[in-house]
């Protein structure tokens, strides 16, 4: 039912026997009663030449084996110590409890989060769960740190209220767990990403405490452990020799401090972990279920206020080949490694764009995404996610590359659109998954729009040949579905868009990014004097626009109540938010469309939760990203409800700044996607860069979204890029008067636009034209603030 089908004739046809033969098969073996599913399934959506995205079949095959695989394995190993989700998802007492009935799926839907750590410029990451389970690679094993004191076992994942997490100096991408184990110990562990001597990996610093007056004695452990955040990590081999542990044939962990006793065990002995485990010797065995591990314990005794440090070391390198030897590196040489590694960080902190926010968790949590937000950053590509999402998108690439931008980090973006061209078919599509058709607007409009805002524009006259390809394959896509009138003339075909919109349908999102995408390209054939070129895209927009206008007033004929709906064949629902992309970022429309009020108090009114977005389609939970859309379009729409929006979002930012895909509203917790998303905290930082710095079509606006009491108390930007220039903007409060000083600094290529600022006052906001580039007024003298 969801094979990918060749486009055009050959697909159609394709479909048609393959529905036949399928129809045949039920009839011909008495399961004709599922006749009427199948003719469903294959109608739910409008017809289209790709029924389901190939590229996301193997992970949807990998969800559903590790479903099942979850189900027996859990059920059939209660004596287990599972990870965190589980423990509660299986709790009948806990409010994150899922009945299994008769799902053969179990997945974690209530506490998927976890905190992604890496080497800046490498595609391997860690990922740290909320109880500092490490998980070294997607759908691999983990460690888990356990406490063996007064005869009591200390096992996080049933421990979780006595555990909390930060971020190093709270906003270094270090991740610091601590374990209140017992009023007697101080105990902590750090996790960072480091390279040392050439190898990449996590560096496990367990930093320990006696608070008391008495000499303390307890045991530490470590465990390697068959599962990850989301799923089964299969250890089907292990074995420790000498200092190192190795899984599945590759170097797992390394023992820098030597441990006072190790052991291995699987399903048929039981728990490592548990006292009542039988443990094998040697140190090794195998396992064809995978349901096995193995524990290093460290026996230690303190003295009133004293201190001890257990290092260990989990190389990243997980894939590597077989003929490169690991070469362990000298606890020294680690320690050195980490404290390079956090002082770089530190530096990176000073770069780009800076924002003064009078908000103290805000502030924080910008300056956290700022130094988390490179573990998306691949080299290559950008990816929304280090776990199912490890891969490339040019939506979400998209969205990424703007939070770049918006940090003032635009040197990260340059490699990305580089290799652009590597992913575009020879007919012109911009193809990261096939379907899914809103991809070539993306890659024109993070192309260009890297150069509109300082970048080179040497770039885009090198990638001109690709990008032109990707604009024609636009026109001449669009162009297959206007052969007779219909309410998607003009329009691209049905297609599966981005996920949360539901099933293949004519999609206003797409439309919006084609058209913009061929906007943008219409600048740079000016930029770079291609005048045959530029008046094509002029007259291939202009017909794009009035289609797709046409089609809009057709649904707000058909709705009749103002608001667009997402597609020419679907009623206004929470998939509509789509549509706010044509106010921010794409800035295709203003706020004084007519549907764009009527749609935003529809999913403020209707789709809303706790303060965010919730959608109802597919992700089902909270949506943080999509809470940023909305937020936006209130930005454009100067509507203050923006700052509850973005409130909302810090109170719902895990210890350690990170955002899950969607949240369960009842437990708090991630509950689909990728525990820690991308494309949620590029658009955090986006959303708030909106409020200080934002483009309209004929200016640049300064403090369009900034509250009465952030200019009370002093705020502002630093180094913003813009289409109009580098920006800087600042207010404060002396001797009474509020003073507002600006600096605008352009590039010879980007363009000239006036200043303006724009000022809260009862009732909503006021604009004040700013006459030069830059300068400072007194707003008291200006008329000044109510």
């Given at each position: 039912?969801?094979?990918?089908?060749?486009?055009?004739?050959?697909?159609?046809?394709?479909?048609?026997?393959?529905?036949?033969?399928?129809?045949?098969?039920?009839?011909?073996?008495?399961?004709?009663?599922?006749?009427?599913?199948?003719?469903?399934?294959?109608?739910?959506?409008?017809?289209?030449?790709?029924?389901?995205?190939?590229?996301?079949?193997?992970?949807?095959?990998?969800?559903?084996?590790?479903?099942?695989?979850?189900?027996?394995?859990?059920?059939s190993n209660p004596d287990w110590i599972w990870p965190l989700w589980v423990e509660r998802q299986t709790d009948p007492d806990a409010e994150e409890f899922v009945p299994t009935g008769l799902n053969l799926f179990t997945t974690n839907v209530t506490r998927r989060n976890w905190t992604s750590i890496g080497v800046d410029g490498s595609r391997l990451e860690a990922m740290i769960d909320p109880v500092g389970m490490t998980t070294l690679h997607p759908y691999g094993w983990s460690l888990l740190p356990f406490l063996r004191l007064d005869g009591r076992l200390f096992l996080p994942p049933r421990e979780s209220g006595k555990i909390s997490q930060s971020l190093v100096d709270?906003?270094?991408?270090?991740?610091?767990?601590?374990?209140?184990?017992?009023?007697?110990?101080?105990?902590?562990?750090?996790?960072?990403?480091?390279?040392?001597?050439?190898?990449?990996?996590?560096?496990?610093?367990?930093?320990?405490?006696?608070?008391?007056?008495?000499?303390?004695?307890?045991?530490?452990?470590?465990?390697?452990?068959?599962?990850?955040?989301?799923?089964?990590?299969?250890?089907?081999?292990?074995?420790?020799?000498?200092?190192?542990?190795?899984?599945?044939?590759?170097?797992?962990?390394?023992?820098?401090?030597?441990?006072?006793?190790?052991?291995?065990?699987?399903?048929?002995?039981?728990?490592p972990m548990l006292a009542s485990a039988q443990g094998t010797a040697p140190l090794s065995l195998r396992s064809k279920s995978g349901v096995a591990g193995g524990t290093s314990e460290w026996f230690v005794s303190l003295a009133p206020a004293q201190e001890r440090t257990v290092a260990l070391f989990a190389p990243l390198r997980h894939t590597a080949s077989r003929s490169v030897k690991f070469r362990p590196p000298r606890v020294s040489r680690l320690l050195e490694a980490r404290a390079q590694t956090l002082e770089g960080w530190r530096a990176e902190a000073e770069e780009g764009t800076h924002f003064d926010i009078p908000d103290p968790e805000l502030s924080r949590l910008l300056a956290a995404v700022r130094l988390r937000l490179p573990a998306f950053d691949d080299g290559e590509i950008l990816t929304p996610g280090?776990?199912?999402?490890?891969?490339?998108?040019?939506?979400?690439?998209?969205?990424?590359?703007?939070?770049?931008?918006?940090?003032?980090?635009?040197?990260?973006?340059?490699?990305?659109?580089?290799?652009?061209?590597?992913r575009q078919r020879r007919d012109g599509f911009f193809q990261s998954q096939d379907g899914e058709w809103d991809s070539n607007g993306q890659a024109l409009w993070t192309a260009v729009q890297h150069v509109r805002r300082g970048g080179s524009p040497e770039l885009l006259e090198k990638a001109w040949?690709?990008?032109?390809?990707?604009?024609?394959?636009?026109?001449?896509?669009?162009?297959?579905?206007?052969?007779?009138?219909?309410?998607?003339?003009?329009?691209?075909?049905?297609?599966?868009?981005?996920?949360?919109?539901?099933?293949?349908?004519?999609y206003y999102w797409d439309n919006f990014w084609s058209l913009a995408g061929l906007r943008e390209l219409g600048w740079t054939a000016r930029l770079l004097g291609k005048r045959r070129?530029?008046?094509?895209?002029?007259?291939?927009?202009?017909?794009?626009?009035?289609?797709?206008?046409?089609?809009?007033?057709?649904?707000?004929?058909?709705?009749?109540?103002?608001?667009?709906?997402?597609?020419?064949?679907?009623?206004?629902?929470?998939?509509?938010?789509?549509?706010?992309?044509?106010?921010?970022?794409?800035?295709?429309?203003?706020?004084?469309?007519?549907?764009?009020?009527?749609?935003?108090?529809?999913?403020?009114?209707?789709?809303?939760?706790?303060?965010?977005?919730?959608?109802?389609?597919?992700?089902?939970?909270?949506?943080?990203?999509?809470?940023?859309?909305?937020?936006?379009?209130?930005?454009?729409?100067?509507?203050?409800?923006?700052?509850?929006?973005?409130?909302?979002?810090?109170?719902?930012?895990?210890?350690?700044?990170?955002?899950?895909?969607?949240?369960?509203?009842?437990?708090?917790?991630?509950?689909?996607?990728?525990?820690?998303?991308?494309?949620?905290?590029?658009?955090?930082?986006?959303?708030?860069?909106?409020?200080?710095?934002?483009e309209e079509e004929d200016r640049l606006v300064l403090l369009g979204g900034v509250p009465e009491a952030w200019l009370e108390a002093g705020c502002g930007v630093r180094e913003a890029t813009s289409e109009a220039g580098t920006v800087s903007v600042s207010c404060r409060r002396e001797a009474g008067r509020l003073q507002v000083s600006w600096e605008c600094r352009r590039a010879s290529h980007q363009d000239e636009r006036p200043l303006e600022l724009s000022l809260p006052e009862a009732g909503g906001r006021r604009r004040v034209r700013l006459p030069s580039a830059s300068g400072s007024i007194d707003l008291k003298e200006q008329g000044g603030t109510p």
């Open positions: 039912m969801h094979l990918p089908l060749p486009a055009g004739i050959c697909g159609r046809y394709l479909e048609r026997m393959l529905d036949s033969l399928l129809r045949s098969a039920l009839r011909w073996t008495g399961k004709e009663h599922l006749v009427p599913f199948v003719e469903s399934l294959m109608h739910l959506g409008r017809p289209a030449t790709v029924l389901f995205p190939r590229e996301l079949l193997e992970q949807g095959a990998a969800i559903a084996l590790s479903g099942i695989s979850n189900t027996m394995a859990i059920q709270d906003v270094l991408p270090a991740v610091l767990t601590r374990y209140h184990a017992d009023d007697r110990l101080s105990w902590s562990l750090e996790a960072t990403a480091l390279e040392c001597d050439g190898e990449e990996g996590i560096l496990l610093l367990h930093r320990l405490a006696n608070l008391s007056e008495r000499r303390l004695e307890f045991c530490l452990g470590m465990a390697l452990r068959p599962y990850n955040p989301l799923m089964l990590g299969h250890i089907n081999r292990l074995r420790l020799k000498g200092d190192l542990w190795r899984v599945n044939g590759r170097p797992g962990l390394l023992l820098v401090d030597p441990p006072s006793r190790s052991h291995v065990s699987d399903r048929h002995k039981g728990d280090t776990f199912l999402y490890h891969g490339f998108w040019f939506r979400d690439g998209a969205f990424l590359a703007a939070g770049f931008e918006n940090l003032g980090l635009r040197h990260r973006i340059v490699d990305k659109i580089r290799h652009f061209p590597d040949n690709s990008l032109w390809k990707g604009a024609h394959w636009i026109e001449s896509f669009r162009a297959t579905t206007t052969k007779s009138p219909s309410a998607h003339f003009g329009l691209l075909p049905a297609g599966f868009s981005a996920e949360h919109f539901g099933p293949n349908d004519h070129e530029e008046e094509q895209l002029e007259t291939w927009g202009n017909g794009y626009r009035a289609d797709l206008h046409a089609s809009i007033l057709q649904s707000l004929e058909r709705m009749g109540d103002g608001t667009l709906p997402p597609s020419p064949y679907r009623r206004s629902d929470a998939a509509s938010v789509g549509n706010l992309a044509c106010l921010s970022p794409l800035r295709l429309c203003d706020g004084s469309i007519p549907w764009a009020r009527p749609t935003v108090e529809l999913l403020w009114e209707r789709h809303r939760r706790d303060g965010l977005f919730f959608q109802s389609i597919v992700h089902t939970g909270l949506n943080p990203y999509l809470s940023a859309q909305l937020a936006r379009a209130l930005l454009v729409l100067e509507d203050s409800r923006w700052l509850d929006v973005v409130r909302s979002l810090a109170s719902r930012a895990t210890p350690t700044g990170c955002w899950p895909e969607a949240i369960h509203p009842r437990t708090g917790g991630g509950c689909m996607g990728d525990g820690d998303h991308g494309w949620s905290a590029a658009e955090f930082v986006s959303l708030l860069r909106e409020a200080f710095v934002r």
